[in-house]
């Protein structure tokens, strides 16, 4: 019988046999794309906020014109569909900057519990 090990979120003192404690499983589940809201409305809306901004912003900050192929959410939605479809929240980004700003900036937001 393997020891328990703690849990992999930060600052929890709980041991576990798996990666994540019970408390802390749910945040790190990976679901599908349509699950987490990314469906055909999603693509529309979409398609229809990268046409009317077809420019990264963050590029256009450095004086670079990059064509824009991701729409984020400024403020990670967390599954709250409210913010998920506030398009004030939404901003057009090259698949790069997305890149960067998901490992850095979004991965370190507080999750709602």
Request: proline share 5%.
């Amino acid at each position: 019988m393997k020891p328990l090990k703690p849990c992999k979120h930060p600052m929890c003192p709980e041991l576990t046999k798996d990666r994540f404690c019970d408390k802390h499983k749910k945040l790190y589940e990976r679901k599908s794309a349509s699950k987490r809201g990314y469906d055909s409305r999603w693509r529309k809306a979409r398609a229809r906020f990268l046409k009317a901004n077809p420019l990264c912003v963050e590029c256009l900050k450095s004086d670079r014109v990059v064509e824009a192929i991701v729409v984020d959410h400024i403020i990670p939605h967390r599954e709250d569909k409210k913010l998920f479809w506030d398009e004030s929240n939404w901003q057009a980004l090259c698949k790069s900057c997305h890149d960067k700003k998901t490992m850095t900036t979004d991965r370190y937001r507080e999750y709602k519990y």
